[in-house]
């Protein structure tokens, strides 16, 4: 997580990258016509826009925001075959994670819609798109104070980042 979060403090996906799903390992696992052109053209761009979203939820005090956990409500930790998403391989799924942090004495979060891991829940997971209200063009939540449940519901459009547990 703390690629994703120098990336989102950054405002620049590039940071963020070395965390993101890789793209050797994307081309394994999706059952797609091209998967390097959909990483590069799709994954990595519609990422990038997430990145964006999130840093604007930062504002001014993005330079000095700081991240203090990731909720992750294990509870809901579940199994998704293979086949689903057009992929090879079956993997878990955890939804409606927040990334928490304090900016300016304030304590905020925004929520991940879903995180993946194919080593199992509590593992090396990545982090998918979030979504909600949020700048044109994004998919980002707005800062919401901890523990304030989003509904369950699976996301659209999955962005794949690396977490290590």
Do not use: C
Request: hydrophobic share 35%.
């Amino acid at each position: 997580m703390g690629a994703l979060w120098e990336g989102i403090r950054a405002g620049d996906v590039g940071p963020a990258l070395p965390g993101f799903f890789p793209e050797a390992a994307y081309a394994q696992v999706k059952a797609i016509a091209d998967p390097q052109s959909d990483y590069q053209h799709r994954l990595v761009s519609e990422y990038s826009l997430d990145i964006a979203a999130a840093h604007a939820l930062l504002g001014a005090g993005a330079g000095s925001a700081q991240l203090v956990t990731v909720d992750v409500p294990s509870p809901y930790v579940y199994w998704v075959p293979p086949g689903v998403s057009y992929n090879r391989v079956g993997y878990y799924e955890v939804p409606n994670s927040r990334l928490v942090y304090r900016e300016g004495g304030n304590l905020r979060s925004f929520g991940i819609a879903s995180m993946i891991s194919w080593r199992g829940p509590g593992t090396s997971s990545t982090w998918a798109r979030s979504r909600g209200r949020a700048p044109p063009g994004s998919s980002m939540t707005r800062p919401r104070a901890p523990g304030n449940p989003l509904p369950r519901r699976r996301a659209r459009g999955w962005r794949r980042m690396r977490h290590a547990a």
